[in-house]
């Protein structure tokens, strides 16, 4: 019977690790997709006294549109990036995702995801460069644009004179994807010297719509000599001020999918700080280090500023081009990142490949079980001995049910004289264990795979199965509560899991047959509000398990007859 409690703590912990029950899951495992995806809403800047300018109260909200049509703008226009900087401030906040795969939800028509809005309007968000110090521009301060549109092949510079003749200067740029580039520049023309300090911010207000949860971070993040620190929105709100020191690295705020962040000169030092004021307004920044500049001298600074989606070859490639320490990180695959990643490319490949992401994840799982295919035989192998060796077994328990450590005697002489491994069921199931978190972190985490469709009704396979016979598959006009909301492929998932069952040899335990019995029916209830493309992987994983096991069983014989009782 060791087999089969081993086998049972094998199911019960991979249910715990990879699913829990509903009310712990929206804690902790993060299911699928919403209708809409949308972003927190932000708030005006609040930032450290004496080394970054301070601001006051939050401005009361108002109208978008009002609010962009009050200031001087530069327009911002890139392949995947549409809006305007205000130039009061030289603040980047406001922000379009232009690719037409980033809109709230899959609707026709429904608008493209908003990631920056500007300080006075409802979803206020945005990052903001420049100096402090004596004399330095006010975070408030009017800049003069060199020209009117910022595009990836014509940079912009942004120019503010002080009264005592020193020339501050933001040379930006953007590329084709999501990076700005902002090259910090002070003339001074003065006759004494002068003190300043370049910064960065990225200011909101509220907690992302986005849940938190120890498999998906969303809230405050950031890189400090090579360590990546996660901040959630309750840590920074209880603290007030989280303080770090770092050289180069980077700083800001993750959703879900969308990424804001402020990257210093990796080889400068910096002062960096998560941060919560009044009006539940957060914000990430850092500080440079002072720079003395003398008459007829200048300094320079770079700065790079993140805003946009969280692709994973987009983030990878910025770690790598420009030196960006764990950039990839900022999408949380967290320990089985060396399982998670390939399995995406993979996954990508295939999609491209296939032009259906829902024929990729099968392809996926075939791959997978081709992979697995030695192990798994096996497994099928050791199970089909085990079939055979059934009515043995049941007579040794009948025979030794008033000495149980006899009849375990007799059980392990049986597996020895038959060859049989009993613990070889048990390893497939924990190889799949890393496998299915990684495609889990997969489908969840990479944009990549929003709002992918598969066939017929699938039209999103980050979001659970939409239709469910709780209302006769959408014939009556209401929408059932998420977790008896059991769509169609959970479904199949269930009944699968049971088909499965039946061929492999039963407990002999009356109790282990009544928890393996119901197994299927809790998985499918517990799986219910997954991704559909969660869903699909594991009901054709089982449909190829059965299939397996069909073939080997047939290949290794039927049970022999049972024994005449003595």
Same mark, same amino acid.
């Given at each position: 019977?060791?087999?089969?409690?081993?086998?049972?703590?094998?199911?019960?912990?991979?249910?715990?690790?990879?699913?829990?029950?509903?009310?712990?899951?929206?804690?902790?495992?993060?299911?699928?997709?919403?209708?809409?995806?949308?972003?927190?809403?932000?708030?005006?800047?609040?930032?450290?006294?004496?080394?970054?300018?301070?601001?006051?109260?939050?401005?009361?909200?108002?109208?978008?549109?009002?609010? $962009?049509?009050?200031?001087?703008?530069?327009?911002?226009?890139?392949?995947?990036?549409?809006?305007?900087?205000? $130039?009061?401030?030289?603040?980047?906040?406001?922000?379009?995702?232009?690719?037409?795969?980033?809109?709230?939800?899959? &609707?026709?028509?429904?608008?493209?995801?908003?990631?920056?809005?500007?300080?006075?309007?409802?979803?206020?968000?945005?990052?903001?460069?420049?100096?402090?110090?004596?004399?330095?521009?006010?975070?408030?301060?009017?800049?003069?644009?060199?020209?009117?549109?910022?595009?990836?092949?014509?940079?912009?510079?942004?120019?503010?004179?002080?009264?005592?003749?020193?020339?501050?200067?933001? #040379?930006?740029?953007?590329?084709?994807?999501?990076?700005?580039?902002?090259?910090?520049?002070?003339?001074?023309?003065?006759?004494?010297?002068?003190?300043?300090?370049?910064?960065?911010?990225?200011?909101?207000?509220?907690?992302?719509?986005?849940?938190?949860?120890?498999?998906?971070?969303?809230?405050?993040?950031?890189?400090?000599?090579?360590?990546?620190?996660?901040?959630?929105?309750?840590?920074?709100?209880?603290?007030?001020?989280?303080?770090?020191?770092?050289?180069?690295?980077?700083?800001?705020?993750?959703?879900?999918?969308?990424?804001?962040?402020?990257?210093?000169?990796?080889?400068?030092?910096?002062?960096?700080?998560?941060?919560?004021?009044?009006?539940?307004?957060?914000?990430?920044?850092?500080?440079?280090?002072? &720079?003395?500049?003398?008459?007829?001298?200048?300094?320079?600074?770079?700065?790079? #500023?993140?805003?946009?989606?969280?692709?994973?070859?987009?983030?990878?490639?910025?770690?790598?081009?420009?030196?960006?320490?764990?950039?990839?990180?900022?999408?949380?695959?967290?320990?089985?990142?060396?399982?998670? &990643?390939?399995?995406?490319?993979?996954?990508?490949?295939?999609?491209?490949?296939?032009?259906?992401?829902?024929?990729?994840?099968?392809?996926?799982?075939?791959?997978?079980?081709?992979?697995?295919?030695?192990?798994?035989?096996?497994?099928?192998?050791?199970?089909?001995?085990?079939?055979?060796?059934?009515?043995?077994? &049941?007579?040794?328990?009948?025979?030794?049910?008033?000495?149980?450590?006899?009849?375990?005697?007799?059980?392990?002489?049986?597996?020895?004289?038959?060859?049989?491994?009993?613990?070889?069921?048990?390893?497939?199931?924990?190889?799949?264990?890393?496998?299915?978190?990684?495609?889990?972190?997969?489908?969840?985490?990479?944009?990549?795979?929003?709002?992918?469709?598969?066939?017929?009704?699938?039209?999103?396979?980050?979001?659970?199965?939409?239709?469910?016979?709780?209302?006769?598959?959408?014939?009556?006009?209401?929408?059932?509560?998420?977790?008896?909301?059991?769509?169609?492929?959970?479904?199949?998932?269930?009944?699968?899991?049971?088909?499965?069952?039946?061929?492999?040899?039963?407990?002999?335990?009356?109790?282990?047959?009544?928890?393996?019995?119901?197994?299927?029916?809790?998985?499918?209830?517990?799986?219910?509000?997954?991704?559909?493309?969660?869903?699909?992987?594991?009901?054709?994983?089982?449909?190829?398990?059965?299939?397996?096991?069909?073939?080997?069983?047939?290949?290794?014989?039927?049970?022999?007859?049972?024994?005449?009782?003595?």
């Amino acid at each position: 019977m060791n087999d089969q409690k081993n086998l049972i703590l094998a199911v019960v912990l991979s249910a715990l690790v990879l699913f829990g029950w509903s009310a712990i899951s929206e804690r902790f495992f993060p299911t699928a997709n919403p209708a809409a995806t949308k972003t927190a809403a932000a708030s005006d800047v609040v930032l450290p006294k004496g080394s970054v300018p301070a601001a006051g109260a939050a401005p009361a909200i108002r109208n978008r549109d009002q609010v $962009l049509a009050e200031t001087p703008r530069l327009k911002i226009s890139t392949p995947n990036l549409v809006g305007s900087i205000n $130039l009061k401030g030289a603040r980047i906040d406001d922000l379009v995702l232009a690719n037409p795969l980033y809109t709230d939800t899959i &609707k026709p028509g429904s608008p493209p995801v908003r990631l920056f809005s500007p300080s006075g309007t409802a979803k206020a968000y945005f990052a903001q460069v420049g100096w402090t110090g004596p004399g330095a521009p006010p975070a408030d301060a009017v800049w003069t644009a060199s020209a009117t549109e910022l595009t990836p092949a014509k940079p912009v510079t942004l120019s503010w004179t002080s009264p005592a003749g020193q020339t501050y200067e933001i #040379v930006l740029a953007v590329d084709n994807k999501f990076m700005f580039t902002a090259t910090q520049r002070v003339v001074n023309r003065g006759a004494g010297a002068i003190a300043v300090q370049p910064y960065a911010l990225v200011s909101r207000a509220g907690k992302s719509a986005d849940p938190d949860a120890w498999t998906a971070h969303v809230g405050l993040i950031g890189v400090f000599d090579d360590l990546l620190r996660d901040v959630n929105y309750d840590e920074a709100s209880d603290a007030g001020t989280i303080t770090e020191a770092s050289r180069g690295g980077w700083i800001g705020f993750t959703d879900k999918y969308w990424l804001a962040a402020v990257i210093p000169d990796q080889k400068a030092r910096i002062d960096a700080a998560f941060r919560h004021s009044a009006g539940d307004r957060f914000q990430t920044d850092f500080a440079g280090q002072p &720079k003395l500049v003398g008459p007829g001298q200048q300094a320079t600074t770079t700065t790079h #500023v993140f805003a946009g989606a969280k692709e994973v070859r987009t983030l990878d490639g910025y770690e790598e081009t420009l030196g960006i320490p764990l950039f990839g990180r900022a999408i949380d695959w967290g320990w089985f990142e060396i399982i998670a &990643k390939p399995i995406f490319y993979l996954l990508d490949w295939l999609f491209v490949f296939t032009g259906n992401f829902g024929v990729a994840i099968i392809g996926l799982t075939i791959i997978v079980r081709i992979a697995m295919f030695p192990i798994a035989n096996k497994q099928f192998a050791s199970m089909a001995r085990m079939r055979i060796i059934a009515p043995k077994m &049941k007579e040794l328990q009948e025979r030794y049910k008033d000495d149980r450590v006899r009849m375990q005697q007799e059980v392990m002489k049986l597996y020895q004289t038959e060859k049989v491994n009993p613990l070889a069921g048990c390893l497939p199931i924990l190889l799949q264990i890393p496998i299915f978190y990684a495609l889990y972190k997969t489908l969840m985490l990479s944009i990549e795979m929003r709002h992918q469709p598969f066939v017929l009704w699938i039209k999103d396979l980050s979001a659970p199965d939409p239709l469910t016979p709780v209302n006769l598959f959408g014939l009556l006009p209401f929408t059932p509560p998420q977790f008896i909301a059991i769509g169609v492929l959970p479904i199949l998932l269930g009944i699968t899991m049971w088909l499965q069952q039946k061929l492999n040899p039963a407990p002999m335990d009356e109790i282990q047959q009544k928890v393996f019995a119901i197994l299927p029916w809790v998985f499918m209830v517990i799986m219910a509000p997954f991704a559909a493309g969660l869903q699909l992987y594991w009901t054709t994983n089982n449909i190829l398990s059965i299939g397996q096991q069909w073939w080997l069983y047939k290949k290794h014989g039927a049970p022999v007859t049972e024994p005449a009782k003595s």
